[in-house]
């Protein structure tokens, strides 16, 4: 049955034959989208739009999962893309478009200050000077538990983030520099870790050169800060707290953090497709 046809029996008396016309409307994927929004605006009927909204809302998260899936399995690398995803469960309607342009201006902003005779220190120099000063970035330091927050839409609109999200964008202007940082899970707190060339892309901790600190200006430190930090927090040391982490590491850290921040809310209806990008990423 063609679906504009499906579409105008949404108004089934009957659940069990409803729920067939849904399964079939769901079947069509985004193109039921459009004209599902159609109907919506249209229709006065309450029970009508109620439907249309859950269908709507399935056929999103289905190839929301799609796309994080296919991220997990083949395009990890690019933490950028990782980071819309999640984005988008919160904001499905955000222009990925608009917000690639805005962190593709600043890579070249900070691109034009750089040259191949920098030293480590004077590359997160210019990095700095740039992110910082120029555009304005800074860590939230009032309320960073909010999950507005972890959002990339949000933080570019405020330039303002938390320790994860601060620093997932200062390591994905690094990567598109080819600047050798990754990401350390230190507990409480997200770093980065500023390697030798030869460590890419399978590094350990004794590939790091020196730690920065996005959340805090870009300050660089050594890992006698972090033990200091470790202990003075009464936590039992691990390797991963000083060791670089992958993408999909710091990707589903980010997910965690979001389930917790609105588990704390009691806005539990949020989280369901987070769980689902989190039973992705556990099957990997």
């Known amino acids: 049955m063609a679906l504009n046809a499906l579409i ?9 034959t409803f729920n067939l016309i849904r399964e079939k409307i769901c079947s069509y994927g985004n193109d039921a989208i459009t004209p599902l929004e159609k109907i919506f ?7 009508v739009q109620e439907r249309i909204s859950d269908i709507m809302e399935t056929i999103r998260m289905n190839q929301a999962n799609r796309d994080f ?21 919160q904001f499905p309607g955000t222009n990925d478009g608009v917000l690639t342009k805005q962190i593709e201006q600043m890579k070249m902003d900070i691109w034009l ?19 910082f000063s120029i555009h304005h970035f800074e860590g939230n330091k009032f309320n960073p538990g909010d999950p507005q927050h972890s959002y990339l839409n949000i933080l570019l609109e405020t330039h303002k983030g938390n320790p994860l999200s601060i620093g997932i964008l200062y390591l994905i202007l690094a990567q598109k520099l080819k600047l050798p940082l990754a990401g350390v899970n230190l507990p409480r707190h997200f770093i980065l870790a ?14 790091v050169l020196f730690y920065i600190n996005p959340f ?7 890992r006698r800060e972090i033990e200091l930090f470790i202990h003075q927090s009464k936590i039992k040391p691990e390797i991963s707290f000083f060791a670089p982490c992958t993408n999909l590491e710091i990707i589903q850290r980010l997910i965690q ?20 990008f989190l039973t992705i990423l556990e099957g990997t």
């Open 69 to 89: 899936s296919d991220w997990v399995k083949y395009g990890s690398s690019d933490l950028l893309k990782g980071y819309l995803l999640v984005n988008k469960t």
């Open 257 to 276: 953090n979001l389930k917790s921040a609105y588990q704390r809310l009691g806005e539990s209806d949020k989280i369901n497709s987070l769980e689902s």
């Open 8 to 16: 105008k029996m949404l108004d089934e008396p009957d659940e069990r």
């Open 41 to 47: 605006d249209s229709t006065f009927v309450s029970m």
């Open 113 to 131: 200050e750089l040259n191949e005779n920098l030293t480590a220190l004077e590359n997160v120099k210019v990095m700095n000077h740039i992110f």
């Open 216 to 222: 805090n200006e870009g300050a660089v430190f050594t």
């Open 194 to 207: 500023y390697l030798t060339e030869s460590a890419i892309p399978f590094s350990t901790a004794e590939d």
